[in-house]
Each structure stands twice: as structure tokens, then as C-alpha cells.
């Protein structure tokens, strides 16, 4: 049997065309960004040898330090937040609704699947103020507050990024964080809830300790979209104004086709992706030492 | 006759056994009906949240220029402004925009199913040494930030003729798409056991034929569920189609959408929520019917076991 499982032939057909196009597409480019990160110029004129250039630019380059501070402050603030409303939302779906929570379960997914640019184009109008008030100044009027200009400066456009990629996920992770509920022995609820425990201890001593690796993985995967956002900051605000709102992505981006700096653009998508390496490793640790102490 | 009239009788008579009677602990049932009420409020308003800008979007659509311009956000269209959808789908070019999208999304579907499909058996169920290296060689993948891959590739398409059709976007969203979906079939495939295959040898089935006969047709659902994130990963993509589509006439939906006001001189309201509303449910309708697709297919395989 183990001759057969083994054949050569059956291993070299299946794999080969997936391992080819994911080396050739994938891997190789990832070395020869790092190649890049040495040269200056790009495809269409040309590159040119500059040793380290382009790395002790980056470190002094204020709009790279701007566009990282930006990075993390969106990654951490989203990640608390959707991972925080969605197991809000989960403990609904389980312990409020139970059975009947199928249809909102569906319903608060929609936005989950809708393309992002549409949904950002569509909050743009939410939140406008000229020529015409949208939706959400309309209803501040309402409560006798003045319209906010939400996307003149880079504080509020973050609000309205936040909440709009809140909108999004909310419904995604609600439903990773509801499956994990669900494993929770029933048995061990009916005991404790016998033993006279406040719906708050319950949820603070039984089902948070319980939930604890799905929890962990919903806040790695989080932090791992988060730092390589792109669609929705693009699309709302396009990372203005000035540069307020522009993620490492954005600026890579922009460094590479806008000004055509493979180069520079190379070096910064390098430091994206340590970046991202650093966050999932840290977690990783993090997750374990916590593990060992409940 | 008499059957159909025994049957009110008889639950006035004897209620379902599973529900207690209503009218027996009055109080009780008013003070879990109170005690339920917030609950009921925080899920109304959180409906509220997630509907509400989506009737807006549907009603705004159909509103005309100066409505926009001039009513207030909140009234209702005085008609429907169908010529919004047609001057999307005309001048907007969302026609183009769609049909680009359907080009570049049905082959590297095709191609990522069949590829990763059969990685993922020959990284699993097939016994090698040095598979479980390329596994995580695999699994790497699913990490690294686009940014990472899309210089050299566009290098590369611009230097072999490539840029300036299609081809860039389904190769690259084959690529991309291959991590996650080798790493849930070989996940999916742990699953099967590997007596079918041995039985399949013994028939006298060689091990490719026993993968396209036996294998596939096992993880059928599995491959459904796996093609509807990748499609939806690739349809709502906009990193990939902004970097490779170099002409106006190669754009994809998002690509096509994020440009819509410019086709036009000043913003156009209605046509412009009119091609969001085509985007989003569009969207939302084949995620629905796609869905309710795998759900079925799901119970159809528990049911044969």
C-alpha cells in the first residue's frame, strides 16, 4: 500500500502545477522585491545598483515614519474594536437569541461579502457634507449638531474608516467567535448557572477562558488583514487629505506607480510584510505564555 | 373532512407536548418577555445599522439629478429614474467593467480549484518524504502582503507583452489564490480515510485515476465552499486589478467603480448609486444564491453520509 500511496508519477502530476505557478508567481517575486530593495528606477527605464540607498532613506523618511505610525494605530485600534464587537455580537447570538439568531446571524453578514469599494463609496455619501448633507449629518442636524466636514481632516476621515470597516467585519467575526462558542459543553453552563453564577461571572469565569484560542486566532487574523489594508483607505479617502490617512500599503503604492521608485517601493513593501511577520510571532508568544497561566 | 377539522381540536385540546401553555405562568412569561426586551432593542438597532444605508443606496438609485441636489437626504425618490441604470451601464461602461471582471474571475477559479485540489491530495493523502516542508512552503503564503509580489510581476508582465490584456490579473490571482486553498484541502482531505484509496488500488484503479474518481467526487462540497471564498476574493479584489490594469478597457468592477465619477464631468448621483446598486447586489445575489448552492450540497452529503 505504501508503494502506492508513494507513486512517484500520481505526486509529481498532482503537485508539480501548483508548486510551478505558486514558485514562479509568488516565491520568486518575493526574492526579487528583496532584490529591489538595492536598485533604483523601475520597468520601464531601467534599474541601477545603489546598495543600501534606499533602506537608510527609509529610516529617515518622515512620510514612511507618518504612514507607519498611521499603519498601527489603524491595526490596533480595528483589531480591538471588530474582534471586541464581534464576540459582543457572538455572545448575543448565543446566550440572547440562541435558536432564533439564524436569520440575523445571515442578515448581519451581508456586509461581509459586499466588494469594498462599492460599500466605500457608498459611506463617502453617508458622510458628506457638500454639496448636499448625507445621511449622517442630516441626523446630527437633528440633535442640534452642526454638520462635520468628516473627510477635511485626519481625525475624523479615521473615524469614518474606522467605523466603516467596523460595518464590514463586525458580522465576519461575530460568526468565527459564534462557532467558537458553540464548543463550549453545555453541561458546564447548567453547573454553574445551578451554583447560582451571575450571568457576568459566567461570561468573565467560564465562557472568556474557554474561548480564549478562538479569540486568539480571530486577533491574528485580524491584525493580519489590518496592517495590509488597502481597499477601503483607497477607496474613501485615498489616503488624504495631505497624506493624514495613508497606510504603508498606500504609500508603497504610490511610491512605485505614482512616481515610478521601484526601489523605494520594494523597500517599504519590505518593511509591510516584517512588519505583519512581527505581529503574528509576537501573538503567537503572547498566546502561549497565556495558555500556560489559565 | 373529518381529519381536517379534528386538527384544531386537538391542539386546543392538548398543546404541544415541547412548549409548556401560554396562559399558565402569566407573570413569569411577562417578566422573561421584559427581561428579553433589551436584547430585542440592541438587535432591532444593530439591523437598523446594516440595512439602513443599504435601502438608501437601493432608493437613492433611483433618485433623479436634482433630488440629489436639492431634497432632503432622507425623502423617498418621486419616481423610479431607471434611465440611472441604463446611463451606469452605458456611459458608466459597467458593461465593460462586469465582463472584464467575469473574463479575468472564471478561468482563475477554474485553475485554482484544480491545482489546489490536487496539491492538496498529493500533500495529504499521498506519502512522500518532504511534504509537510511543502506544506508550510504553502502555508508561508497566505502571509506575505501583495505589496511584496506586485513590482517584479509587473516587471515581468511588462517585459514578456503581457501587460495591456487580461492575462496578468488570471495569472496572478491563480497564484494568490493557491495558499489558503491547498491549505484547506489537504485540511479537508485529512478527513477522508485512506481505505477508499486502498480499496480504489485494489479494483485495479491507478493513484491519478483513484484522485479524479474517488477523491475529487469526496470533497466535492469542500471544493464548492473553497471556490466561493476564492471567487469572492477575487471579485472583490482592487490591490491586483488597480496594478495590472493599464487601459481604461481592462478595468475590472472595482477598478471600473473607483473611476465611475470621472466618466462623467461632475458627480452624477443617480447613475453613480445606480452602478453601486448593480456591484452590490449583484454581489449579495450570488452570494445568496451560491450559498444556499453549498448548503445544499452540504445536507445532500450528510444525509448519504
Request: proline share 5%; hydrophobic share 50%; with cysteine.
Amino acid at each position: 500500500m505504501e508503494r502506492v500511496l508513494g507513486d512517484k508519477k500520481a505526486i509529481f502530476v498532482l503537485l508539480a502545477p501548483a508548486l510551478v505557478v505558486y514558485s514562479a508567481v509568488m516565491l520568486a517575486p518575493v526574492l526579487i522585491s528583496m532584490q529591489y530593495t538595492l536598485f533604483t528606477g523601475n520597468a520601464i527605464s531601467g534599474f541601477e545598483y545603489v546598495g543600501f540607498d534606499n533602506l537608510t532613506r527609509m529610516v529617515q523618511d518622515p512620510g514612511v515614519r507618518r504612514a507607519l505610525w498611521f499603519t498601527l494605530q489603524y491595526g490596533v485600534v480595528l483589531t480591538v474594536t471588530q474582534v471586541g464587537l464581534g464576540y459582543g455580537l457572538a455572545l448575543l447570538y448565543q446566550f440572547t437569541l440562541r435558536r432564533g439568531s439564524t436569520v440575523i446571524r445571515t442578515l448581519l453578514f451581508f456586509p461581509v461579502v459586499l466588494p469594498t469599494v462599492a460599500v466605500a463609496l457608498l459611506f463617502q455619501r453617508l458622510f458628506q457634507v457638500a454639496p448636499q448633507d448625507g445621511l449622517v449629518n442630516s441626523l446630527l442636524n437633528v440633535f442640534g449638531i452642526g454638520s462635520v466636514d468628516w473627510f477635511g481632516n485626519g481625525g475624523t476621515a479615521f473615524v469614518v474608516i474606522i467605523l466603516m470597516d467596523l460595518w464590514r467585519s463586525a458580522g465576519f467575526y461575530a460568526v468565527l467567535l459564534y462557532t467558537g462558542l458553540l464548543d463550549i459543553p453545555e453541561d458546564i453552563m447548567e453547573s454553574a448557572r445551578l451554583d447560582g453564577a451571575s450571568a457576568f461571572s459566567m461570561v468573565r469565569h467560564i465562557v472568556l477562558p474557554l474561548s480564549l484560542p478562538v479569540l486568539l486566532s480571530s486577533l491574528i487574523f485580524s491584525i493580519n488583514g489590518t496592517i495590509k489594508v488597502f481597499d477601503s483607505i483607497v477607496a474613501l479617502t485615498n489616503g488624504g487629505p495631505g497624506d493624514e490617512t495613508t497606510p504603508l500599503t498606500l504609500l508603497m503604492f504610490q511610491t512605485s506607480f505614482s512616481y515610478g521608485q521601484y526601489g523605494y517601493g520594494a523597500s517599504i513593501a519590505l518593511l509591510l510584510t516584517v512588519l505583519s511577520l512581527l505581529f503574528t510571532l509576537a501573538i503567537f508568544r503572547s498566546a502561549r505564555r497565556d495558555n500556560t497561566k489559565v | 373532512m373529518s381529519t381536517s377539522a379534528s386538527i384544531p381540536a386537538a391542539t386546543v385540546a392538548a398543546p404541544r407536548s415541547g412548549r409548556p401553555p401560554r396562559t399558565r405562568r402569566p407573570r413569569r412569561d411577562v417578566r422573561r418577555s421584559l427581561s428579553r426586551l433589551p436584547g430585542q432593542l440592541l438587535v432591532t438597532a444593530l439591523l437598523l445599522l446594516v440595512l439602513l444605508p443599504l435601502v438608501w443606496l437601493l432608493l437613492g438609485s433611483f433618485k433623479t439629478q436634482d433630488e440629489w441636489l436639492n431634497g432632503s437626504p432622507w425623502a423617498l425618490p418621486s419616481g423610479f429614474e431607471w434611465s440611472n441604470y441604463s446611463e451606469a451601464w452605458t456611459t458608466g461602461q459597467m458593461a465593460t467593467y462586469v465582463r472584464n471582471s467575469i473574463i479575468a474571475v472564471v478561468p482563475s477559479l477554474f485553475l485554482i480549484v484544480v491545482l489546489g485540489v490536487a496539491a492538496g491530495f498529493a500533500l495529504e493523502v499521498l506519502v512522500w518524504r518532504g511534504r509537510n516542508t511543502v506544506l508550510l512552503v504553502f502555508l508561508l503564503g497566505i502571509m506575505v502582503p501583495g505589496q511584496m509580489i506586485l513590482l517584479p510581476l509587473f516587471t515581468a508582465y511588462f517585459q514578456t507583452g503581457l501587460t495591456g490584456s487580461l492575462w496578468p490579473l488570471i495569472i496572478t490571482y491563480t497564484a494568490t489564490g493557491l495558499p489558503l486553498t491547498v491549505f484547506m484541502m489537504a485540511t479537508y482531505f485529512r478527513a477522508v480515510p485512506r481505505e477508499i484509496f486502498e480499496a480504489a488500488t485494489l479494483d485495479g484503479a491507478s493513484m491519478l485515476r483513484s484522485f479524479a474518481f474517488v477523491g475529487f467526487p469526496m470533497v466535492r462540497n469542500a471544493v464548492l465552499t473553497v471556490a466561493l471564498v476564492q471567487f469572492f476574493f477575487i471579485w472583490n479584489d482592487l490591490l491586483i486589478a488597480l496594478t495590472f490594469t493599464t487601459s481604461s478597457d481592462l478595468r475590472t468592477i472595482q477598478v471600473g467603480l473607483l473611476n465611475f465619477s470621472g466618466q462623467f464631468g461632475q458627480v452624477q448621483y443617480g447613475p453613480l448609486f445606480a452602478g453601486i446598486c448593480i456591484n452590490v447586489f449583484g454581489t449579495l445575489f450570488l452570494y445568496l444564491f451560491f450559498n444556499q448552492k453549498v448548503m445544499k450540497g452540504l445536507a445532500g452529503g450528510a444525509v448519504k453520509g
